[in-house]
C-alpha cells in the first residue's frame, strides 16, 4: 500500500514520535509505502513482517529504487548494501507498532471526530453507510474496503487528510485485548457495536466473551462519547464505569432509532426509520433484508445527533456503495442470483435464508460453503444453518467445502430429500459444482451463494455459463 500523509515527515520527526533510533544523514517524505513494487522514488518505505512474507527482504530493492528514508526492525536488515550506514533509516523494535504510534500522532494533531464501528457482522456495511451519510455535509475520511486490524487502522489514520473532520473507523479483532489496542489507538468520540454473533466463538468460547471482547472499544472513548448498540441485545450494554452516553438501535420501538414497514424490491430494502420526531419514510437502501435496515439505523442515528438534514442523510444512503461480493442480486440466463461471498457466520446465513425465500421464484437453491472460525462447535452451527434452511422450505441444498457437509445432515435431519442434497468437500475443485448446479438450474430460479471469504465462492459463480436450461430438471 501506497499513501500520502497528511504532512511532510523528517526523519527526526519519525523517530521522536516512534521512539526509534535514527541512522545516517536527515531526510524528508510526505509519502509513505509498504510494498516495494508501489514504491515510488521519495518515499518512506516500511519494512513489515507479515504470515508469508518479511518486508526486510526488500530493503536493497527498497534502496535501489530511491526510497527517501527506511523504517526497519532491528534485528531484520539484510546487509547488502556498503553504505547502508549512510542511508536515512530509523531501527525500531517493531515496525507495525511505529506505524501505530504514527497514526496515533496523526489522530491527535488532525483532530478529527472519530467514530468507530465494530461487531460481529454488518460493521464494513455500517461504516459504509456512516461515512457515505456523514461525507454529504463533513469532510470524511474512512477506512477502506475491510482494513480492520492494527496494521489497517494504523495506515488509514496516516492517510487521513489534515483537513479531516470525520473520521469513521472500522475495527476488527479475533482475540481478547485487541480491541482494547485499537479503541486506544482511535479513542472513539462515538462508538458502535453492531451486533454480538458467533463470529470467532472457536478463539473466545461463547457470546458473553465476544461482547466482552467487543465492549473493549469503549475503554478508552473520549469523555461523555455516544455509544450505539442494539436493543434487544443485553450483553451489550455499557458497563457503568465507562462513562459513555448509551443510544439504543434498530430492534424496535424502545430504541432510540428504530426501523419499521420494511419490503424489498429487487437489490433493494425500502423501509421507515424513526428517531424521535424524525421519521424517514420509505428510504431505499442497498441491499436486501432486515440486516441492511439495522445498518442503516446507526447511520441516521449518527447522522442526526451530527445535525445533518433528512435529505442529507437520504441521499448518503443511497449513494453509499456496495461491495462486489457482498450480497448481490442479479439475472444471470433467466436464473435470480444472491451473490454473498465475502463473509459467513450463523447470524449472516441466516439472514441470507431470509433474503432467499423471500425473493420470488420457481424454485429457491442455496450452495452454501464453510463457516470458519467457530472451533470447536463448527458441527452444531453448520448442521443446525442446515436444518433452519430446509425449515424454511428450501428446494435444493449443494455444499461446498469439508464443514459444509454438516450444512446436509442438518438438512436432511429437518426432512430435506436426500435427492435434494448435493455435496461437494473439495473446495479446490469449484467446477464439480458448477456440473452440480448445472443439472439441476432452470428459467425462474433463485440461487443463493454463500461461504466464508477464504473459500472464493464466486469461483462457481465465475464458471456458470451465461443461459442455463429453461425446461429440465423440473424434479
Given at each position: 500500500?501506497?499513501?500520502?500523509?497528511?504532512?511532510?515527515?523528517?526523519?527526526?520527526?519519525?523517530?521522536?514520535?516512534?521512539?526509534?533510533?535514527?541512522?545516517?544523514?536527515?531526510?524528508?517524505?510526505?509519502?509513505?509505502?509498504?510494498?516495494?513494487?508501489?514504491?515510488?522514488?521519495?518515499?518512506?518505505?516500511?519494512?513489515?513482517?507479515?504470515?508469508?512474507?518479511?518486508?526486510?527482504?526488500?530493503?536493497?530493492?527498497?534502496?535501489?529504487?530511491?526510497?527517501?528514508?527506511?523504517?526497519?526492525?532491528?534485528?531484520?536488515?539484510?546487509?547488502?548494501?556498503?553504505?547502508?550506514?549512510?542511508?536515512?533509516?530509523?531501527?525500531?523494535?517493531?515496525?507495525?507498532?511505529?506505524?501505530?504510534?504514527?497514526?496515533?500522532?496523526?489522530?491527535?494533531?488532525?483532530?478529527?471526530?472519530?467514530?468507530?464501528?465494530?461487531?460481529?457482522?454488518?460493521?464494513?456495511?455500517?461504516?459504509?453507510?456512516?461515512?457515505?451519510?456523514?461525507?454529504?455535509?463533513?469532510?470524511?475520511?474512512?477506512?477502506?474496503?475491510?482494513?480492520?486490524?492494527?496494521?489497517?487502522?494504523?495506515?488509514?489514520?496516516?492517510?487521513?487528510?489534515?483537513?479531516?473532520?470525520?473520521?469513521?473507523?472500522?475495527?476488527?479483532?479475533?482475540?481478547?485485548?485487541?480491541?482494547?489496542?485499537?479503541?486506544?489507538?482511535?479513542?472513539?468520540?462515538?462508538?458502535?457495536?453492531?451486533?454480538?454473533?458467533?463470529?470467532?466463538?472457536?478463539?473466545?468460547?461463547?457470546?458473553?466473551?465476544?461482547?466482552?471482547?467487543?465492549?473493549?472499544?469503549?475503554l478508552s472513548c473520549t469523555p461523555g462519547a455516544l455509544y450505539l448498540y442494539p436493543g434487544n441485545e443485553p450483553l451489550l450494554c455499557p458497563p457503568c464505569q465507562t462513562g459513555v452516553t448509551p443510544?439504543?438501535?434498530?430492534?424496535?420501538?424502545?430504541?432510540?432509532?428504530?426501523?419499521?414497514?420494511?419490503?424489498?424490491?429487487?437489490?433493494?430494502?425500502?423501509?421507515?426509520?424513526?428517531?424521535?420526531?424524525?421519521?424517514?419514510?420509505?428510504?431505499?437502501?442497498?441491499?436486501?433484508?432486515?440486516?441492511?435496515?439495522?445498518?442503516?439505523?446507526?447511520?441516521?442515528?449518527?447522522?442526526?445527533?451530527?445535525?445533518?438534514?433528512?435529505?442529507?442523510?437520504?441521499?448518503?444512503?443511497?449513494?453509499?456503495?456496495?461491495?462486489?461480493?457482498?450480497?448481490?442480486?442479479?439475472?444471470?440466463g433467466g436464473v435470480c442470483i444472491i451473490r454473498d461471498c465475502y463473509n459467513a457466520s450463523p447470524e449472516s446465513m441466516t439472514a441470507a435464508c431470509g433474503v432467499l425465500m423471500q425473493t420470488p421464484?420457481?424454485?429457491?437453491?442455496?450452495?452454501?460453503?464453510?463457516?470458519?472460525?467457530?472451533?470447536?462447535?463448527?458441527?452444531?452451527?453448520?448442521?443446525?444453518?442446515?436444518?433452519?434452511?430446509?425449515?424454511?422450505?428450501?428446494?435444493?441444498?449443494?455444499?461446498?467445502?469439508?464443514?459444509?457437509?454438516?450444512?446436509?445432515?442438518?438438512?436432511?435431519?429437518?426432512?430435506?430429500?436426500?435427492?435434494?442434497?448435493?455435496?461437494?468437500?473439495?473446495?479446490?475443485?469449484?467446477?464439480?459444482?458448477?456440473?452440480?448446479?448445472?443439472?439441476?438450474?432452470?428459467?425462474?430460479?433463485?440461487?443463493?451463494?454463500?461461504?466464508?471469504?477464504?473459500?472464493?465462492?464466486?469461483?462457481?459463480?465465475?464458471?456458470?455459463?451465461?443461459?442455463?436450461?429453461?425446461?429440465?430438471?423440473?424434479?
Amino acid at each position: 500500500m501506497r499513501i500520502r500523509l497528511d504532512h511532510t515527515y523528517s526523519a527526526s520527526e519519525i523517530a521522536k514520535l516512534t521512539g526509534g533510533t535514527k541512522v545516517g544523514p536527515e531526510a524528508f517524505s510526505a509519502f509513505l509505502s509498504t510494498d516495494s513494487r508501489e514504491m515510488v522514488a521519495g518515499d518512506i518505505f516500511v519494512a513489515l513482517r507479515g504470515e508469508n512474507n518479511d518486508g526486510h527482504a526488500f530493503l536493497p530493492e527498497a534502496m535501489r529504487r530511491g526510497a527517501a528514508i527506511l523504517l526497519r526492525e532491528e534485528d531484520g536488515y539484510i546487509k547488502d548494501h556498503k553504505k547502508d550506514n549512510d542511508f536515512p533509516m530509523i531501527l525500531l523494535p517493531d515496525t507495525t507498532k511505529a506505524l501505530a504510534d504514527l497514526g496515533r500522532a496523526a489522530r491527535m494533531r488532525i483532530a478529527p471526530t472519530v467514530i468507530a464501528i465494530t461487531g460481529s457482522v454488518g460493521k464494513t456495511t455500517t461504516k459504509n453507510m456512516v461515512a457515505s451519510v456523514l461525507g454529504m455535509h463533513y469532510r470524511t475520511h474512512a477506512t477502506p474496503q475491510n482494513h480492520n486490524n492494527l496494521l489497517g487502522t494504523a495506515l488509514t489514520l496516516l492517510a487521513m487528510p489534515a483537513d479531516t473532520e470525520i473520521l469513521v473507523v472500522e475495527l476488527g479483532m479475533n482475540h481478547r485485548g485487541e480491541m482494547a489496542e485499537l479503541s486506544s489507538l482511535v479513542q472513539p468520540d462515538i462508538a458502535v457495536i453492531t451486533n454480538i454473533g458467533s463470529a470467532h466463538i472457536g478463539n473466545l468460547g461463547s457470546r458473553s466473551n465476544i461482547a466482552a471482547a467487543k465492549l473493549e472499544i469503549l475503554l478508552s472513548c473520549t469523555p461523555g462519547a455516544l455509544y450505539l448498540y442494539p436493543g434487544n441485545e443485553p450483553l451489550l450494554c455499557p458497563p457503568c464505569q465507562t462513562g459513555v452516553t448509551p443510544m439504543t438501535v434498530s430492534s424496535g420501538p424502545r430504541d432510540t432509532c428504530y426501523w419499521e414497514n420494511l419490503h424489498t424490491e429487487g437489490n433493494l430494502t425500502v423501509t421507515d426509520i424513526r428517531m424521535g420526531e424524525h421519521i424517514f419514510r420509505s428510504l431505499p437502501l442497498p441491499g436486501a433484508g432486515a440486516h441492511i435496515a439495522s445498518c442503516s439505523c446507526f447511520a441516521v442515528a449518527i447522522g442526526v445527533t451530527l445535525g445533518l438534514t433528512e435529505n442529507e442523510i437520504r441521499t448518503g444512503l443511497t449513494r453509499c456503495p456496495t461491495d462486489a461480493l457482498r450480497q448481490n442480486i442479479y439475472q444471470q440466463g433467466g436464473v435470480c442470483i444472491i451473490r454473498d461471498c465475502y463473509n459467513a457466520s450463523p447470524e449472516s446465513m441466516t439472514a441470507a435464508c431470509g433474503v432467499l425465500m423471500q425473493t420470488p421464484g420457481r424454485r429457491h437453491v442455496a450452495l452454501l460453503g464453510d463457516m470458519l472460525e467457530l472451533g470447536s462447535q463448527t458441527r452444531r452451527f453448520h448442521e443446525e444453518i442446515g436444518a433452519h434452511f430446509a425449515s424454511a422450505g428450501l428446494d435444493f441444498l449443494l455444499t461446498f467445502g469439508v464443514a459444509a457437509g454438516n450444512f446436509a445432515t442438518g438438512a436432511a435431519a429437518a426432512g430435506m430429500p436426500a435427492t435434494h442434497i448435493l455435496q461437494n468437500a473439495d473446495p479446490n475443485r469449484p467446477e464439480i459444482s458448477v456440473q452440480q448446479l448445472e443439472n439441476i438450474l432452470c428459467s425462474g430460479d433463485v440461487l443463493l451463494v454463500k461461504a466464508s471469504r477464504a473459500l472464493a465462492a464466486e469461483r462457481i459463480l465465475a464458471l456458470l455459463p451465461d443461459h442455463f436450461p429453461s425446461e429440465r430438471n423440473l424434479l
